[in-house]
């Protein structure tokens, strides 16, 4: 199976619980539009190399297309369609005027100089400028982009379309960039687990946490759970995991980490690998890396109690069989990792605006929408019987349907 036919394998359950028509169906789950481009650059050897960019958009019944960009080996057509749809989800989950986006360009980053990384970041938004803009489809980071990345899109867009910072989120806080938007997704993700938990009358402090990915989202979930209370007991990146019963420091962590960009060697933990720690005997387990992470076997073999998905897609449907069936929940990425984008709709806000708001503002905004998102998601899920995700599907697509329909198609 491929990463769109599991979104869409989702996205027909919590389907088949509505009254849709075959018709509604087939143009809810169909992307609106598909762009791919080649994206050649001068390399710093003199030679020439060639990557190929890819954005696809999903849906803009609700609003302008919204999502990040990923610069990854793994980058193909598919991974930005899957991802894409999964973004029309999410805004919906969390009610905010937007459509869903994604894209990205096949390489690997961590080989490119800045320079490199520059010349193919403008020279892909050279050739999709005319599809995206503040009214249109606003990109953001994810994977291997950054602040940075962000910074040069607006420039580049800029030469073609005057100075529009609304034509894309996660920019530098001093360049037009919102407070707060950098650790949105992590801080969100410490809110919903906060919630969850709090559902079965259990508090962050005291519970153990285990997290796959220690990039932007993982470090910054780990550090507002710390700040909650929670014991980080194992962390892991591209190259290993960390493991400490007692619960890693992570201010000490963090120094390690600046300076040697791994998690291993860090003498405050002994080493595992990336499958040690996903089958970890832990309170929760946050999967907050790659897509396609847990198939069938290691969803059998899986030992945390609850799973909080910070990554896009993480879970293969068959593995999310198995957690229904072992009565493991998991909280959905399009409903857990939310804060991010939530944060991307106030940088938007912000920008056309031309107005900043402070960090306190964006923190307790943020907070408010997960919060009310996830009661919301959770009431239903228990009214109808059914898992979060099948719940947060079921009313993300009420939401976008019911946009199609008075809209006219
Ligand atoms: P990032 O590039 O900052 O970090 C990714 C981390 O995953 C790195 O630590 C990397 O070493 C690690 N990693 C890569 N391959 C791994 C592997 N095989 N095993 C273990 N670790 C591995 O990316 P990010 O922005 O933190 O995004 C992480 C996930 O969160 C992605 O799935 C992304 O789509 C999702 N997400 C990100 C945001 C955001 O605001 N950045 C928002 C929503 C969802």
Redesign the pocket.
């Known amino acids: 199976m491929q990463a769109f036919e599991a979104t869409n394998y989702y996205f027909d359950q919590a389907a088949r619980r509505l009254d849709l028509s075959e018709n509604i169906r087939t143009l809810l789950m169909t992307p609106d539009r598909e762009v791919r481009v080649e994206v050649a650059i001068e390399l710093d050897s003199g030679k020439i190399g060639n990557f190929i960019g890819y954005r696809v958009q999903h849906d803009n019944a609700r609003g302008p297309y919204k999502g ?1 960009l ?1 610069y990854h080996p793994a980058v193909d057509q598919d991974e930005a369609r899957s991802l894409a749809s999964l973004m029309t989800w999410k805004t919906a989950v969390v009610d905010l005027p937007f459509g869903g986006a994604k894209g990205g360009v096949n390489c690997d980053p961590t080989k490119l100089s800045r320079g490199e990384l520059e010349r193919l970041t403008r020279k892909f938004i050279e050739k999709i400028h005319d599809m995206i803009g503040p009214d249109k489809d606003i990109p953001a ?4 982009t950054d602040a940075q990345v962000m910074a040069w899109i607006m420039n580049e867009y800029g030469k073609y379309e005057g100075f529009q910072p609304a034509c894309v989120t996660g920019k530098p806080v001093e360049f037009h960039g919102s407070a707060g938007r950098e650790a ?2 992590g801080f969100g993700l410490a809110i919903v687990t906060r919630e969850m938990l709090g559902r079965s009358n259990r508090t962050v402090a005291g519970t153990t946490f285990a997290i ?7 470090s910054f979930t780990a550090r507002f759970l710390g700040q909650m209370g929670g014991k980080i007991v194992a962390v ?3 190259y290993g995991a960390i493991v400490n019963p007692e619960g890693l420091d992570l201010a000490e962590l963090d120094r390690h980490v600046s300076v040697s960009h791994k998690v291993v060697g860090y003498k405050g933990g002994d080493a595992a690998t ?1 499958e040690q720690l996903l089958t970890m005997s832990v309170d929760v387990l946050i999967p ?4 396609g992470v847990f198939d069938r076997d290691l969803a059998r073999a899986v030992q945390a109690g609850l799973i909080v998905e ?3 897609g993480p879970t293969w449907p068959e593995a999310d069989e198995v957690f229904v069936e072992r009565g493991i929940p998991v909280v959905p990425d399009v409903l857990a ?1 939310a804060g ?1 984008v939530v944060v991307s709709y106030f940088e938007w806000v912000q920008n056309l605006q031309h107005f900043r708001w402070p960090i306190e503002q964006v923190q307790r905004e943020e907070e408010r929408r997960l919060v009310d998102a996830f009661r919301e998601i959770h009431d239903l899920a228990e009214r109808k019987s059914v898992s979060l995700r099948t719940a947060a599907f079921m009313k993300a697509i009420s939401r976008v349907g019911r946009a199609k329909i008075l809209g006219g198609i």
């Open positions: 990040g990923r980071p994810d994977m291997g949105a997704t796959q990915g220690y990039g932007n989202v993982g892991s990146d591209a990336n907050a890396a790659l897509g910070a990554a896009n990792n991010g």
